[in-house]
């Protein structure tokens, strides 16, 4: 893999989500969550904020990664890119990469604003960990969720779909409903559960006695790993048949 190649390539996906107005959208749906939460009270702040970075971390980057890949696909840039010296594997990691980056400029902006206007702790490090761990593995799984897309509108229907379905538990969990302690195990099955677990661990308050609870460690494993596994066994060998396709997405 030819690192220079490959920087190169992430900063033309990087202008690329800003031709397709993708990252005006994301800026445009940070500032709404921030001037959402503004009114939101503090104490109720606490609870809400890690689950609005966990919707921007795993929902809104299967959809802008889905939408980036339709367009793409719609004016044939995929398929002309497998003429150039670039690999499948750097074609592919660029745009991982660049949608990775783009969508945790967004959640920084979220975690900046309240860091300095509602004075919220938290460790930056952790913070941001957390994010790109998400974000890393929810693009890699909507980079393959967008191989069987046979259209725009059908994609957002199954994102809204897939939304639904892992995001009711989650949020009944973080919110106190589901209370039975096995739901404290079977949910980490769920990869946006294990995204609100990394992404909690930022916020002062999950750090307890000193030591992490075990589930920050398996979500943190299963998000980089899991990313890993999707990336090297589905979504690399399937893009090559995907970029040759000529009807849709």
Known sequence: MNLNRLWALVKGELIR???YNVTAISVLVAILWGIILYFVDSAALASMLP????????????MYIGSVMFFEKTESTISTMLVTPSTNSELVLSKVVANT??????????????YFIKNIQINWFLIF?????????????????AYYQKNFTGMLVNIMIIAFALMVPTALYQFNVLTADFWE???LIN????????IGGGFTGYFTEGVFAWKY?????????????????????????????????
């Open 217 to 249: 460690y398996f979500s943190l494993i299963y998000m980089l790993g899991g990313s890993v596994l999707l990336y090297v066994f589905l979504v690399l060998p399937k893009f090559h048949d995907y970029a040759v396709k000529q009807s849709g997405v």
């Open 129 to 145: 960990l957390g994010v790109f761990a998400a974000t890393a593995f929810h693009t890699v799984a909507g980079l393959f969720l």
């Open 17 to 19: 989500l800003n031709k």
């Open 51 to 62: 689950f609005i970075l966990m919707i921007d971390a795993s929902m809104m980057s299967i």
């Open 101 to 114: 980056i783009h969508n945790m400029l967004s959640s920084a902006l979220i975690i900046i604003v309240f």
């Open 185 to 187: 195990y079977l949910l």
């Open 191 to 198: 990869p946006v559960q294990s995204a609100a677990e990394v």
